[in-house]
């Protein structure tokens, strides 16, 4: 039996790479999408093969690992899924993660064995709901994500204590509920509960006067933009203490979409935090490094949901893109006499400051005085993509280890 550990790190991973970082930088657990039946469809990679090889890889390491099967599948998809679930029987996932009635008791008939987790698609906001998807088998519920910490502690003080509760602590927020929108589908024909969501949230919009086409007139609140459907990123790092007073077993990041470099740096600081808490749970308190690491990917400005009552200040009106203040610069191979040998990510130059980002431990800043090309002659520049390099430096870094630069 694979170690369950609650609560439990769970990041999202959508290929090999990102898996192996998510498992470097500390993760429970990891979740991804097979090929169909994902929410994700562009971070559907996983096939019969390459999803073996994953559940392999977490499973030597004492995690555990689950598949998404969470989309509303047509007629025309329901004979598909018979070796979809045999595919995830075979691989040795931990659990599938659903959301249709059909396809929940579809792998109870044909995988009696398998965990089942109930999808935030479902929409689950009450124990009546938690209760009866635990009496037809459920492990787990992923709750809604409209739900404050009240009506989350309610749900677990309801329920059987052998349901766990999971619930999104970071990531891209849906301003439709828990991810039910028609809009993509309804607007260019891509339906977001099949994987296919466009994100029209994220676009600008204008007004038209019904006599006056072509005539746009832009929507301005606060003469800070018309993107009124945007919502900002959620970021509970902060509240791990009160998530978990309100019976949250599994605390879930969101971005199967994400960069490893994204994937990275959020799991690593959700481990940290979540070890600080378990250390002393009546006492929580995050030290600024680590508060500080979840700016440094690419984000939206943070809120926290509705975990505190109704949203206030959650929507950017501003625009639709992220703010990103570093890049990856190289990925640290191994070190030896004296340098660090590395792979290039992004540009940069022999005097320029590096942080090296080591799992569970507060960034080390370094200068990189010393740059080397694969053959050891001394350059001025790392700019070929995933060059060979190495920098002069004492530091000895674990393979793997990110080495990122602030944007100038």
């Known amino acids: ?38 929410m994700r469809a562009q971070s559907a990679k996983f096939d019969a093969e390459s999803l073996k090889t994953a559940a392999d890889e977490v499973h030597s390491r004492g995690k555990r690992i689950y598949l998404t099967c969470n989309t509303l599948p047509r007629n025309n998809e329901i004979p598909e899924l018979e070796g979809f679930i045999r595919n ?31 999808s935030t698609q479902a929409g689950i906001v009450n124990y009546a709901a938690a209760r009866q998807f635990y009496e037809m088998g459920a492990k787990r519920v992923v709750l809604a994500r409209e739900l404050s910490l009240e009506e989350i502690a309610e749900i677990r003080a309801k329920t059987p204590k052998d349901l766990e509760i999971e619930v999104f602590v ?69 509240h791990i203490d009160k998530l978990a007073e309100a019976g949250v077993n599994s605390f879930k990041i969101e971005g199967r979409a994400k960069s490893t470099y994204y994937v990275s740096v959020i799991t690593n600081a959700y481990r940290m935090a979540m ?26 400005p943070y809120c926290t949901g509705f975990f505190f009552g109704s949203p206030k200040n959650c929507q950017y009106y501003e625009d639709s893109g992220y703010i990103r203040d570093y890049d990856v610069a190289a990925i640290v191979r191994f070190c030896k006499d004296g340098r660090i040998y ?67």
């Not at 790479?17 to 169909?36: I, Q």
């Not at 040795?92 to 959301?99: E, F, Q």
């Not at 828990?178 to 919009?205: E, F, H, K, M, V």
């Not at 940069?348 to 800043?365: K, N, R």
Request: aromatic share 10%.
């Open 88 to 118: 995830a029987c075979d691989a040795g996932v931990d659990a599938l993660i659903t959301t249709d009635i059909g396809v929940f008791m579809m792998i109870r008939r044909m995988a009696p064995d398998m965990e089942i987790h109930v």
């Open 275 to 300: 070890d600080i808490y378990l250390k002393d749970p009546k006492n929580y308190s995050l030290p600024k490094w680590i508060s500080d690491e979840v700016f440094k990917v690419s984000h939206r």
């Open 342 to 408: 590395a792979s290039q990510r992004n540009k940069f130059y022999a005097g320029d400051t590096l942080e090296a980002l080591i799992p569970g431990q507060e960034p080390v800043e370094f200068v990189a005085d010393k740059l080397f090309d694969e053959f050891g002659q001394p350059i001025e520049t790392a700019n070929r993509a995933t060059m060979d390099l190495s920098i002069g430096s004492d530091l000895i870094l674990p393979a793997n280890t990110m080495l990122r630069i602030r944007k100038k």
């Open 170 to 238: 970071h990531g891209a927020m849906c301003m439709s509920f828990s991810g039910r929108c028609l809009i993509s589908q309804y607007l260019i024909d891509r339906d977001p509960n099949r994987g296919q969501c466009a994100q029209p949230c994220r676009w600008n919009y204008a007004l038209v006067e019904e006599k006056r086409p072509g005539e746009y007139y832009p929507v301005i609140e606060e003469e800070k933009g018309s993107f009124i459907l945007n919502a900002k990123d959620l970021c509970m790092i902060e």
């Open 1 to 38: 039996m694979i170690n369950r550990a609650l609560p439990e790190v769970l990041s999202p991973v959508g290929d090999m790479e990102r898996l192996y970082a998510a498992l470097d930088y500390g993760a429970d657990a990891v979740y991804l999408g097979g090929t169909m039946f994902g």
